[in-house]
């Protein structure tokens, strides 16, 4: 080794160039790892601000509300420990976590005011069958029955008042617009940095969206 060392030492230019070398090779090495750690400490940050956020809610070109808010970026041992819920779900569905890219949550509330005129019921019977029926003394079930029947193509709702008791079918169509996109946001250690965002509308006017919620699953 010694007889090496002074070898190298005869030549210096070789010297030089392995000098360079190992200097270029352990800059890489640390370039590589703070770019790392640089990454890590801004997806925490922008994760902070996520779990803070609440939803906001903007218009489209057609006038029709949009719910949005930040994606929140987790590794799957944090996704078990954090989102127990979820994992449950996803283990419902006979999935497993480790083959996990992303889940979406979103509820929604329907509410609409609705006047529909009520109408005597006429039960579907013949005429013989509704003689035989008084002829043997049987009550007519559906004397002073009111039906009602309202729809806008979204929402469907039909029913019958009897007494003081309302019997009713409802029936709500959803349509759901849901958008993952990238938008550019400054961060703590950079200018501009890139963050999920998580869109989602529906096309129902009598819906709106309550709360909303992306997660994107990293290694």
């Known amino acids: 080794m010694k007889t090496i060392i002074l070898n190298l030492l005869k030549k210096p230019l070789l010297w030089a160039i392995m000098l360079a070398i190992a200097l270029a090779a352990s800059i890489g090495i640390s370039s590589h790892k703070i770019k790392k750690q640089r990454a890590e400490i801004e997806r925490l940050e922008i994760n902070q601000q996520t779990l803070i956020e609440q939803v906001q809610y903007y218009k489209d070109e057609n006038g029709t509300q949009v719910a949005t808010i930040q994606a929140l970026t987790l590794q799957k041992s944090e996704f078990e420990s954090l989102m127990p819920q979820y994992a449950r779900e996803i283990k419902d569905l006979r999935l497993k976590v480790k083959d996990l890219e992303s889940i979406a949550h979103a509820s929604t509330s329907t509410t609409a005011e609705i006047t529909a005129p009520l109408i005597d019921y006429v039960p579907r019977q013949t005429m013989d069958e509704r003689i035989q029926a008084v002829t043997d003394s049987l ?9 009602f029947q309202w729809s806008d193509g979204w929402l469907s709702i039909s029913g019958e008042v009897m007494n003081d008791s309302i019997n009713c079918k409802v029936t709500n169509i959803e349509t759901l617009t849901l958008v993952v996109h990238r ?5 703590l250690f950079r200018r501009k940095g890139k963050i999920l ?3 989602i509308k529906s096309a129902n006017p009598h ?6 919620q992306y997660i994107e699953i990293v290694e």
Request: charged share 40%; glycine share 4%; aromatic share 8%.
């Open 207 to 212: 819906t709106s969206v309550k709360d909303i």
């Open 183 to 187: 938008e550019r946001k400054r961060c």
């Open 197 to 199: 965002r998580y869109d």
């Open 139 to 147: 009550t007519v079930l559906y004397a002073g029955v009111k039906t």
